[in-house]
């Protein structure tokens, strides 16, 4: 028999689900979308909410754009799409406590107060907290030190129409107060959710982000109440490495990608960079891997399908350690900006964010000069063609992949050869099969 909490879930889906075949609201550009960023609170999971009366948290952390139905009611009054407390006749004021999936550094915020013309939260402040003990387990330390977390993760998330009893909230609150939070986002008004003033944007002072870089969780406060469509925290996802100076200390990295670098991503759509052809589109377009900054997810990359040529037994090669089969698919990309001049291409970056068991099993990248070649000619040219109008040649030997991370070859690794080379085009192999989020090609530009 199905629970109340199961049925409530069930309709609000519907719910949702009817919504997004209504009206869908125009994409907005961000000023950070522009950069390397990724959104932090992509993948979160809340943890708590002091009240989800009109629309659950959830909501608040989706990657979609907010829909809006005007004609679209339920049991608790008018469907919003976003976090939505009822009106507050108590003490206090409404909050919510989140798990990042990463550990973050944040620079940038987004807050869209999108069909919330009467309703939207009056005013809003945002803290970050590094909720990790030497003492706790990941599991531990991410979600199951807030009380009640595990039983609404278990649930799939909040219900709606439901709130938090002042006990619950004061637990809440204790368990918060065992950690140091930043503030990111003093008190701030918000506007209402028309069409011109439903975009917030706020950048993070230099001081603040430097405190804030680690984070773990984020805590949204709503002064008093009211509702929010959307917030996105734009920054980098941060890994633990070893301190070369103290094994037994850890230092926070940004990947490579997000860092200042001499020469521009001679690749990226941004530059003029252009994804032309590849051999399988079950998944995915060429043009996804030159897109601005990372991928939201694996719809966002490209993807082949499974090679259905594959050996039943996959054999390596012992001295290569590579599987032993020349199974792939293939991918062309035209770089931007008239490609790289003749100091060459300086460095690659291959990303297999998202990709956690479908990555390819490892990358080759060839490359040409094809100045005044059509683009269709240079597609149609198999590498080995020493006869054709172009001639590919290697410019990263066959190297072996990782799941979810990025793969840099710089001037100084010896798979990366014929940087000295003009490169216009440039041919990415993947063995045998899987997917790629972004391929960056970086060098001294012609034009």
């Not at 550009?29 to 522009?34: E, G, K, V």
């Not at 809340?46 to 009366?53: K, N, S, Y």
Request: aromatic content about 8%; some cysteine; hydrophobic content about 35%.
């Amino acid at each position: 028999m199905e629970s109340v909490t199961d049925a409530k879930n069930h309709d609000a889906d519907l719910i949702h689900e009817e919504a997004l075949e209504s009206v869908v609201t125009p994409v907005h550009n961000s000023p950070f979308r522009d950069q390397n960023f990724t959104n932090l609170l992509s993948s979160s999971r809340v943890l708590f909410a002091t009240d989800e009366w009109f629309a659950r948290a959830e909501n608040l952390v989706l990657d979609s754009d907010p829909i809006f139905d005007p004609n679209l009611f339920c049991n608790e009054g008018k469907v919003m799409d976003g976090w939505e407390t009822r009106r507050r006749r108590e003490a206090g004021h409404d909050w919510c406590v989140i798990a990042v999936p990463h550990k973050g550094d944040v620079c940038g915020i987004e807050i869209d107060t999108a069909f919330f013309t009467g309703n939207q939260a009056l005013r809003v402040s945002i803290e970050v907290a590094k909720c990790c003990k030497a003492d706790m387990e990941e599991e531990e330390w991410k979600y199951t030190w807030m009380p009640g977390a595990a039983i609404r993760l278990a649930q799939q998330g909040g219900i709606q129409g439901t709130g938090m009893s002042f006990d619950q909230v004061e637990r809440a609150a204790a368990a918060c107060n065992d950690f140091n939070w930043t503030e990111i986002l003093s008190m701030t008004e918000l506007r209402p959710g028309y069409e011109e003033t439903r975009m917030h944007y706020f950048t993070i002072p230099e001081e603040v982000r430097r405190e804030a870089t680690g984070f773990t969780h984020v805590r949204v406060n709503y002064y008093p109440d009211g509702g929010v469509a959307r917030m996105r925290l734009w920054g980098h996802p941060v890994e633990e490495i070893e301190s070369t100076i103290n094994e037994t200390l850890k230092e926070l990295a940004i990947p490579a990608s997000a860092k200042t670098y001499p020469h521009p991503e001679l690749s990226c759509e941004k530059n003029g960079g252009r994804g032309l052809e590849c051999s399988n589109k079950h998944y995915g377009v060429a043009s996804n891997l030159i897109r601005q900054g990372y991928g939201k997810d694996m719809g966002d990359g490209w993807e082949t399908a499974r090679n259905p040529k594959r050996p039943p037994i996959i054999i390596k090669d012992p001295k290569t350690n590579l599987v032993d089969s020349p199974l792939m698919d293939w991918a062309v990309l035209k770089l931007g900006m008239g490609g790289s001049d003749s100091s060459g291409i300086s460095r690659i970056i291959v990303d297999t964010k998202h990709f956690k068991g479908n990555f390819p099993e490892s990358v080759k990248i060839e490359a040409c000069d094809a100045a005044g070649v059509s683009d269709d000619v240079v597609c149609g040219v198999t590498p080995g063609n020493s006869d054709g109008p172009v001639t590919w040649f290697p410019l990263l030997h066959r190297s072996r992949m990782g799941p979810d991370r990025e793969h840099v070859f710089c001037e100084d690794s010896s798979a990366l050869v014929n940087t000295d080379r003009t490169v216009t085009h440039v041919r990415v192999s993947i063995y045998p099969d899987g997917g790629l989020s972004r391929v960056r090609v970086y060098g001294q530009p012609a034009k």
